[in-house]
């Protein structure tokens, strides 16, 4: 009986460390969301190609933010601002002038969040020799797979905005050209050239 007793005791430790081993590789750790941020989802803000239309329709007045700062911090002379320009020159020159404070102003607020996220999978690899159960360390790996395919796809659309940027670069140099051409035929038209007798 006292044979019989034990193996019941012995049965039962196993029954529990087997019960402690299902628990330690199933279930949520709750790591899911563990150094998750929203503000790091997106790098670009969510309004660009707005901004990009409002300054092609409107210039340097619709500019705002870090693209404006990095506007007035380069400009050296205020060549878009000429009396020799009409109303929708100025508009199209500045347009054309602000696109590479906006680009700069765009890549370097997505460099920042793209650093903060490295930051945030860091923190994550960091907890890894801190968890003790292999589930726990699994949802760690999947949390930083997550976080890095997201980087990835940011990069891609931040590639994506940069192809749209030079699309809106060549558009500027088009819209230049043809103001071009329209006041040098308004000029032909104004001072007509003298006939000779």
Known sequence: MIEYANQLAELRAQVEQMENMFN????????????????????????????????????????SGDAKAIYNSVKKFDVCNSDALSG????????SAIQAAMRKANAKAAFAKAHDRLEQIEALMRKIP?????????ELQARIAIEQ??????MTRFKMYEQVAQAEEAILQQQQHELTV???RLEELESPTPIEW
């Open 182 to 184: 329209k006041s040098n």
């Open 24 to 63: 330690a590789m199933s279930g949520n750790k709750g790591f899911g969301t563990t150094q998750y941020d929203t503000k790091y989802r997106e790098y670009l803000p969510k309004d660009w190609q707005e901004a990009y239309d409002a300054v092609r329709s409107g210039g340097v007045g619709e500019l």
């Open 149 to 154: 395919a997201a980087i990835d796809n940011e």
């Open 130 to 138: 801190e968890t003790e159960d292999v589930k726990g360390i699994a």
């Open 88 to 95: 929708e020159e100025k508009i199209a020159c500045q347009a």
